[in-house]
C-alpha cells in the first residue's frame, strides 16, 4: 500500500468517526519523524510496516478512547513552533496565534523597537510569551499562572524553543505585584460554567483553563479592576475573549479605563475575538 492510498483510507475512517482528518497527517508526521513536505514527497512509495503499527496504536487511542491528538504525540504547533503540550495545558488555538500576530503589530506601530516589559498572564503552555520573547527581541517578558504543573510545561518550551521568559506562580495579578507593564496580554479562561463543551475539551484539557464564571467574564473584569498598578504610564492591554463578548468587553474596558481607546478586532473567521486598550499617550 502507497503512503498515498493509506492516509486516504485514514482520512475517511476519521470521517466516519467525525474527528478531524488532518489528524492523520499529524500522527503521520510524528511516526515518521518526517515534515510536510518530505512526507508528501513519498506519496507514491510502498508505507513500511512498522510505520503502520506505531501510527494505528496512535490512531486508535484518538479514534476510539477520545483523546486530542496533540496530546497523543505531545507536541501542538503555534506560530511556526513545536510547543510542548500535555494534560496539564490547554491545546493552543489558531484564535490566540491572531492574538500574537495583532500584539506584535500594535507593538511595532506604537512602541517602534523600543525596549519594553510584557506580562502574559494565565500563561498555560507558555505559547504566547515564549513566543513572543522569539519574535521581539526588545519585549522582556514576564509569564504567570496558577497552575505549577502548567508552569512546569511552560518552562520546557521557553528552554526548548530558547525564549527568554521569567515565570512567576500564583492566582492571577498576585505574583505580579512590584512589576510595571508597557503591554499586558491575557487569553484567561472564558467559556461560561453552564455552556456545552466539546468532549473531546472538556473530558481532557484542564477545565481550570477553560472555565470563566456564569457568563464568561470573571477573568476579565479581575485583571480590568486590579490591573492598573502594574501598568507604566504608557501601556497596552489585549486579550482574547469569546466572539459573542464584544459588547461586554467596551463596557468593562470603559468602567475601569474612561476615556481610553479600546478597540475590538476580528478574527479571521470574521468573529469579535480580541479586545486592545491604550492606556496613557497613544498616537493615532
Known amino acids: 500500500m502507497t503512503y498515498q492510498k493509506f492516509i486516504k483510507e485514514m482520512q475517511e475512517k476519521a470521517f466516519e468517526a467525525e474527528k478531524e482528518e488532518s489528524a492523520v497527517i499529524l500522527i503521520l508526521e510524528f511516526v515518521t519523524k518526517l515534515e510536510t513536505n518530505f512526507l508528501y514527497m513519498k506519496m507514491n512509495e510502498e508505507i513500511e510496516e512498522d510505520i503502520i503499527n506505531k501510527f494505528n496504536e496512535i490512531f486508535d487511542k484518538y479514534l476510539y478512547d477520545n ?3 496533540q496530546y497523543l504525540i505531545g507536541y501542538s504547533t503555534f506560530y511556526g513552533y513545536d510547543f ?3 494534560e496539564d495545558v490547554l491545546i493552543p488555538r489558531f484564535e490566540t496565534e491572531e492574538l500574537v500576530e495583532n500584539v506584535l503589530y500594535r ?13 502574559d498572564l494565565a500563561c498555560g503552555s507558555g505559547c504566547i510569551g515564549v513566543t513572543l520573547s522569539l519574535e521581539e527581541k526588545n519585549m522582556n517578558v514576564i509569564a504567570s499562572d496558577i497552575s505549577e504543573a502548567a508552569l512546569t510545561v ?3 518550551n521557553n528552554e ?9 506562580q500564583g492566582d492571577m495579578l498576585e505574583p505580579l505585584k512590584g512589576y510595571k507593564f508597557d503591554i499586558f496580554v491575557s487569553n484567561p479562561p472564558y467559556i461560561p460554567n453552564d455552556e456545552l463543551v466539546d468532549p473531546l475539551v472538556k473530558d481532557n484539557e484542564p477545565n481550570i483553563a477553560l472555565f470563566g464564571g456564569s457568563d464568561g467574564m470573571k477573568f476579565y473584569d479581575i485583571i480590568l479592576r486590579g490591573v492598573k498598578p502594574l501598568l507604566k504610564e504608557k501601556a497596552m492591554i489585549a486579550f482574547e475573549h469569546g466572539f459573542d463578548k464584544r459588547e461586554e468587553m467596551i463596557s468593562l474596558a470603559n468602567k475601569y479605563f474612561p476615556g ?4 475590538v478586532l476580528k ?15 497613544f498616537k493615532w
Open 154 to 156: 511552560a518552562k520546557k
Open 67 to 69: 483523546k486530542p491528538v
Open 267 to 281: 478574527d479571521l473567521e470574521g468573529k469579535d475575538r480580541m479586545t486592545f486598550i491604550y492606556v496613557g499617550d
Open 84 to 86: 510542548i503540550v500535555n
Open 260 to 263: 481610553s481607546k479600546v478597540e
Open 107 to 119: 507593538y511595532d506601530r506604537h512602541f517602534k523597537g523600543q525596549k519594553v516589559d510584557v506580562c
Open 160 to 168: 526548548k524553543l530558547g525564549g527568554s521568559v521569567k515565570f512567576l
